[in-house]
Structures are given as C-alpha cells and as structure tokens.
C-alpha cells in the first residue's frame, strides 16, 4: 500500500477543485448560450408572426377570388 505525502494530497485536491471549477464554468457557458439562442428564435418567430398577421388581407383576397374563380369556371362546365 503506498502512503501519500500531505504535498501530493493538496495538488490533488486542488485538481479536483480545479476540475469542479472548470464543469462549473462549462454549464454556466452552456446556459447563457442556450438562452441566446431562445430568445433568438423567439424573435425569429415573432417576426414571421408579424409578417403573416401583414400579409393576412392579401391572401384572404386571393382566396375568395381563386375560389369565384372556380365557381364561375363550374358554371360554365356544366350543362344545362
């Protein structure tokens, strides 16, 4: 069994200490990241919400329009 001198087991802690803080650091990074990222996307979302809310008369019109168009079409057609 080897006996370890009190010098070795205080560079070992402080590289277990130095490993804690560096997982630490790591997460914290992760998160802030994580979090720019979200409200990044958010943002895209609300603007593409935005423009469709703006864009929402116009295809409105167009639909009615396709679907008279379609109506007139079928009136046409058929026979009588």
Request: proline residues 2%; charged residues 30%.
């Amino acid at each position: 069994m080897k006996h370890y001198r009190m010098k070795d087991k205080k560079g070992l802690t402080k590289w277990i200490m130095l490993a804690g803080m560096i997982s630490t650091l790591v997460t914290i990074v992760t998160v802030l990241v994580s979090r720019v990222l979200e409200q990044r996307m958010i943002l895209k979302i609300t603007r593409c919400a935005d423009s469709l809310q703006k864009a929402l008369p116009a295809i409105e019109q167009a639909s009615k329009l396709y679907i008279e168009a379609n109506m007139a079409k079928e009136e046409l057609i058929e026979p009588e």
